[in-house]
């Protein structure tokens, strides 16, 4: 098992950054990648952001250039980075380890962009 706390979250004007963290605990070993997913109201879950245990990252289209995914593997973290924040960039933001065939969850951090 895979155990995830997630920080960060909160309101932010349009325009504005904010960054989240994800500190993983348990069997932490043979994480394969760490992702960042995120559930607008009435929306479906996206993939936001995802690194490989080898540092490749890859983003969602609607997120490319104003993201930014890191992993400090001593701390056993993953962070987003979110600038240039949009409204439609409210959500509830859930970090993901993928081990071994399965996905392991977080409970998950609002982020809020309004004026």
């Known amino acids: 098992q895979v155990q995830l706390v997630e920080s960060g979250g909160g309101l932010v004007q349009p325009g504005g950054s904010l960054g989240l963290s994800c500190a993983a605990s348990g069997s932490i070993f043979s994480i394969n990648a760490m992702a960042w997913y995120r559930q607008a109201p009435g929306k479906e879950r996206e993939l936001v952001a995802l690194i490989t245990s080898g540092g490749a990252a890859d983003y969602a289209d609607s997120v490319k250039g104003r993201f930014a995914i890191s992993r400090d593997n001593a701390k056993n973290t993953v962070y987003l980075q979110m600038n240039s924040l949009k409204p439609e960039d409210t959500a509830v933001y859930y970090c993901?380890?993928?081990?071994?065939?399965?996905?392991?969850w977080g409970q998950g951090t609002q982020v809020t962009v309004s004026s």
């Open positions: 993901v380890a993928k081990r071994r065939g399965s996905d392991y």
